[in-house]
């Protein structure tokens, strides 16, 4: 079997000829491009499906929302960088919000350094800059990887993330969304139904797409948001929208990278059919069989390799001891995927990451 017969073979309920083995080399593949490693647009090249493809890596994920938000007339935004920090700041008739993100040159990342919703008084700015936008398809990327994957794998897209975890990851923040649920619920609640809406609008769009699987890209943790919260304000969106993934013959994932003690039972009852990047003892803070026992029988868990484990921080004999006892696991039954939790950094070790294919092809057979 090549690796997109492989995974669709698990997706469709049956059994592959071992374990599936698919990785997230975007993280990786941008320090690379940032050290002059590899040339500028190297990840939305031909050559980086062919770096997958000499590494013996399924391809699955490199983050693409199907949809483009257009606003209208009375919305601007502007966007200034003063160093490595970019400030965005959206100006509506009713008042202004900002951000600030920070890049950080040793980890290639950035992050964000203010938030646009700091209290109460930016909800009604954030409101109206919602309702002022709409959302149209854009649906030639997932076209053209169609003709990049071929045997490679599959074509994933992203719907928007819940509206609860818009505002908690890249809005306000969990601190100050906890304060607005605290001391402003109703208003909090309004902006809420409102988001969900507009949020309805672009999530028919990413299922309407090209892409065969669909992701909810959460980021979600137990440690951030907890059963309460997941009850409260994500499940009946995510149980909406997996329903309506399911209807349109295609395969639902959510991105649970983060703690999973307490809340992966509810997000496996929300009707996913794939809970990717799960990260596992002793990184995590659950065992395989454990989480199995609180997700059930049927749903798919993909994950297992730290991303550190690819780099020099951890030797080559507790790298493959963990790979091993990963697949051990994984070959009782068709319902796992080897993959990344959550991501290959850009300090990752090649060999290691051409290692692992080699291992799954020893170890991983059912």
């Known amino acids: 079997m090549n690796d997109r017969e492989r995974i669709l073979t698990l997706l469709r309920g049956n059994t592959p000829d071992r374990v599936p083995w698919f990785g997230d080399l975007d993280w990786w593949a941008y320090g690379m491009e940032k050290r002059g490693e590899a040339p500028p647009g190297f990840r939305s090249s031909e050559a980086y499906f062919q770096l997958y493809r000499d590494l013996r890596v399924g391809f699955y994920l490199q983050g693409y929302e199907p949809f483009q938000a257009v606003y209208d007339e009375s919305v601007q935004i502007s966007e200034e960088t003063q160093g490595n920090r970019r400030r965005r700041t959206v100006h509506t008739p009713v008042g202004t919000i900002s951000e600030e993100w920070t890049y950080l040159p040793t980890s290639f990342a950035e992050a964000p350094t203010a938030r646009f919703i700091k209290s109460p008084a930016d909800l009604p700015v954030f409101r109206y800059w919602v309702e002022h936008t709409e959302y149209r398809p854009l649906y030639d990327e997932a076209e053209r990887r169609y003709g ?71 980021n979600l943790s137990a440690e951030v948001v907890g059963p309460r919260f997941y009850s409260l304000y994500m499940h009946p969106y995510e149980e909406k929208w997996t329903r309506r993934i399911a209807k349109a013959g295609k395969h639902s994932f959510i991105h649970m990278d983060g703690t999973l003690r307490g809340l992966i039972g509810h997000v496996a009852r929300s009707g996913f059919q ?52 990963v697949l051990q696991e994984m070959r009782r039954a068709p319902r796992y995927v080897l993959g990344v939790a959550d991501q290959v950094p850009p300090n990752a070790l090649r060999r290691r990451i051409a290692r692992v294919a080699e291992l799954v092809e020893r170890y991983g057979t059912y």
């Open 148 to 218: 990049l994957v071929k045997d490679l794998g599959v074509v994933l897209c992203y719907l928007p993330k819940s509206p609860f975890m818009q505002l908690v990851v890249h809005m306000a923040g969990i601190r100050t969304v906890v304060d607005l649920w605290a001391e402003a619920r109703g208003e909090l609640e309004e902006t809420l139904e409102i988001l969900e809406r507009k949020t309805d609008e672009a999530a028919a769009i990413a299922v309407a797409s090209p892409a065969e699987c669909l992701m909810i890209p959460e």
């Open 274 to 325: 794939v809970i990717e990047a799960v990260t596992p003892a002793p990184v995590g803070d659950l065992t395989f069989p454990q989480m199995r026992e609180m997700v059930g029988p049927e749903t798919i868990l993909w994950g297992g390799v730290p991303g550190v484990y690819f780099t020099d921080g951890i030797d080559d004999v507790e790298f493959e001891r963990l790979i091993r006892e």
